[in-house]
């Protein structure tokens, strides 16, 4: 019986003008928006890896000069994007993907894309992650409110049930159907999806993004699940198809797009965003306050450890050990200040997390850019490896500076006479982004999945609920 | 049957329609609640113009006063270049010490959206030297939690772009469908009154309640918020604003209308006008921005980086060569011999940076002119959608815009080049006796007024009137057969 009904619904869409009008138009724009985000991570690829190959060539060739001065020109190191940036570029557009190393502080994303934009990005950038969180549950809803109420109106419902039909049966036949036809406009773009990631992944990170493409493929699907059960269910409490409707459009609006606007400015009442003045200056005060008084009591501890008055006096130049001292308190002011400012943000997106309670679409959003790399998770995680890498680099220089100053007439030669050669700048490795894997990626959102998981159990228990309680009045 | 006595038959109607009551309770809470958030981010923004323009005041009169007090006690001239750096009787010490923060006002109802101000520093750090230079562009960046630069905010105006459509398509998709549903079509039928009259003052009923009952408690609440507003200029502002929302809650009743008039089923109309929604807020806004970004793609910032530090090489060589970039940023070190005396120094330096500032000229000035290109593409096809036409006016009238920040932009470029034209001669020859202080170039700020947007405006008002006159034109054309598509559906 559920094959005959399933195949009934899949025959009845397949007819059905604005069924194909609807699929077609959101295919196009499925391929579309994929073959536009392919050429633009191809680019932005070849970008990141050019500028970052040059910069460091300009490292490794620059002429000799004081360590420090190389210090101060720095290295810039740039996020490659994965493929998967095609399907979602999540936060990318609001970070940047570019960081300057260089001396003293602690590098910040560059030129976020998002400055660059125009006002039309604040409609939502059309990527294939939008149609999927956007479109497809409009789709879903399209096939899906009259299920029953159509039924109903039509008088065809009292007949089905009168021969006997159990409503579950029906349920399930009309989902299958569902799906059925769903599958086959959507399930060929979602492999062609998970064989492009594959092969446009870089070989070590190839079974990762083709288990990342998968695990998207199967997160939208469990979505249009929810969305299915829902539509199913609701229909089969309407009276009429209209009511169905507008109860379905008016859920999709506000739980696509005013709650998780909503959550997040709520979230930002409660754990405000610290203002830029306040935040940087207090910074600012705190790391010079951290250099004066780590400068003193290093050279207080050198003095008393060695028994001279003067750092002119130590068998060693002061200057070296004195940056490298320095860099090492800043690390501790910045890290203090980054956990303070990471915090408000986790506490802020909590909300988001929690709010998949109140909308699917929320935690859909966010398991996507986490599957994507392209969550503020794995941002972090990004600008903590870019600056281990500073930190290396700034030691490497600070150790050369101490064990090559030279002693002169003067004493200590403490400004220009030291230069590093080739051979430094070739010592320092290549930054090289070591991501996350799917599931490092995933485990935070623990909550979200299991969130996700209740709405799929909640959907379909409403639906047989819902269907159990079918009359054909 | 009057005009009059139908329009009040219409208004007893309405006060028994729940669905129109809870719908539009529920969307002007949203609207207060978009208003809220953007009060607070305006609030938040002048606290920060406030801090920097107080602190740059300070900075002046201080250095002003340091200057004085140097003089009256004949203190000795500057002997090498830190004590230059720090003497404010040099013009070097005064510029450096009353380096001024530049800071981008908004306009008194910025509060109704945050829109692109988000993304920007509302004031930048404007030298002889620099514009925003490295330290202070490090120590001044957006803070913003990225998910909520990406999910946006929950302004008024994203209430008004979003969802006003939707509130008004469930107020409007089942006017004339629902009589013919329930079979009360054939009652409205022997009226008086041709169907398409009575059809067309329930939509203009709903459409005046509706509004009135949004707009008044919104403009309550600005007023009440902003002080500013009692400014004619504000004023003028928000008058203008409120006539672009009504013409875009008219464009959408004026959809309701005509997609009623085809005479469709219920569910149909419900489809067609979630599509339109789906087209003119979603679909065609992202198209237009994936479009323009291939038609007019801004130069790669990771390019520009790449080029610039090619550029910049030669530059730097130059700069390691006669000065070692270890001193320009560490200028506390130069130790000032016969060979390296303070104006030696501070000559090369200004020769080097207007040398590096010709090799970068050409990467931002492409820059530039691409963002051009963007923005005049955005303006050209902005009448595609009424959604883009109305954010985009929104963000004009608020000073919240990408126009705004470009302005303000070219204003403190300018303030850099004038003040560089100033302090450079003078630093040149330096002496502790600077006090041209009148001399000084101002910032000028120059934002747009609202006469010089009249033309934009017309056209932005024409673009959301004349697609609302056309729909509810053919829907009052289509309603005359309505009578006789009655049979069809018996």
Known sequence: MISVIARKEFTEFSRDGRFRLAAALA????????????????????????????????????????????????????????????????????????????????????????????????????????????????????????????????????????????????????????????????????????????????????????????????????????????????????????????????????????????????????????????????????????????AEAFKKKLLAQYQVEKVEDLPFDYTGRDMQNGDETAWRVYEGYDKQRYDIYDQQNHFLEWGTLMTPAAGVSLLSMALTGNDLLQYRDFTRQVELHRRTMNTLLNDYISAHQQKNADGWDNSVSVKGDITLWQSLPTFVYQPASAWTALRPYRVVIAMLSFWLLAAFSFACTAVSRLSGR | ?????????????????????????????????????????????????????????????????????????????????????????YALGFEGSNVQHICRHSSAIAALTVGQSDLYNACILVSAWAIGGGYDERLHRNLENPMRLLFGRFDTAFVMITLLPIAILILSYNQLSSEREQGTLSLLACQPLAVRRIIAMRFMVRAVIFLLLLLLPLSLALWSNTVSLNHATALNEYLVWLIATALYALFWFACGFWVNARSKSTAENGLLLAGLWLLLVVVLPGCLNLGLKQLYPVPSRMEFIDASRAATIDVGKRKTELLGKYLIDHPDRVKMTKQVNVDDFIQTRMAIDDETKRVLAPGLTAFSAQQQQQRNFVGRLRFLSPAIIYQQLTQLLTGQGQDRQQAFLDATDDYHHRLRAFYFPRFAQDSPDFSDYNGIPPFQDQPVTLSELWSKIISDYLGLSVPALLFAGVGWWRMRQVSIQMDDVR
């Open chain 2, 1 to 89: 049957m009057g005009k009059y006595a139908l329009f009040l038959l219409e208004c007893r109607q309405l006060r028994f329609d729940r669905v129109f009551w809870a719908v539009t309770l529920t969307f002007l809470l949203a609207v207060l609640f978009g208003l809220a958030n953007g009060q607070r981010w305006a609030d938040e923004q002048n606290a920060q113009i406030n801090y920097f323009e107080q602190q740059s005041l300070d900075k002046y009169q201080n250095s002003r006063k340091q200057a004085d007090e140097l003089r009256q006690h004949n203190a000795p001239a500057a002997d090498n270049l830190a004590a230059r750096n720090a003497d404010p009787r």
């Open chain 1, 27 to 294: 295919l196009v724009l499925l391929l579309v928006s994929s073959l536009l985000g392919w050429r633009n991570y191809l680019d932005l690829q070849a970008q990141a890896e050019e500028a970052a190959e040059h910069d460091y060539r300009r490292w490794r060739q620059q002429d000799p000069k004081h360590p420090h001065d190389a210090a101060h020109n720095g290295v810039y190191v740039f996020k490659t994007p994965r493929p998967l940036a095609i399907v979602d570029g999540g936060i990318e557009p609001y970070v940047g993907a570019s960081i300057m190393n260089g001396a003293h502080l602690q590098g910040e994303a560059e030129f976020p894309p998002a400055q660059d934009m125009t006002a039309l990005q604040r409609f939502g950038d059309l990527s294939p992650a939008l149609a999927a969180q956007v479109l497809l549950p409009l789709l879903v809803i399209l096939l899906s409110f009259s299920a029953f109420a159509g039924e109903r109106e039509q008088g065809t419902l009292r007949q089905l049930l009168s021969i006997g039909i159990n409503p579950r049966l029906m349920l399930w036949g009309k989902s299958a159907g569902i799906a059925a036809i769903l599958a086959l406009v959507l399930l060929p773009a979602g492999i062609a999806g998970i064989g492009l990631a594959a092969s446009l992944a870089a070989p070590e990170l190839r079974l990762d993004e083709t288990m990342r493409a998968g695990l998207l493929v199967l997160l939208y699907g469990f979505y249009l699940l929810i969305i299915l059960f829902l539509s199913l269910g609701v229909s089969a409490c309407c009276r009429s198809a209209r009511t169905a409707l507008a109860i379905l459009l008016v859920f999709w609006g506000v739980t696509v797009f005013a709650i998780p606007r909503a959550l997040l400015d709520i979230s930002g009442q409660f754990y405000p965003t610290p203002v830029n003045t306040e935040f940087w200056g207090k910074l600012e005060t705190d790391l010079w306050k951290a250099w004066e008084e780590g």
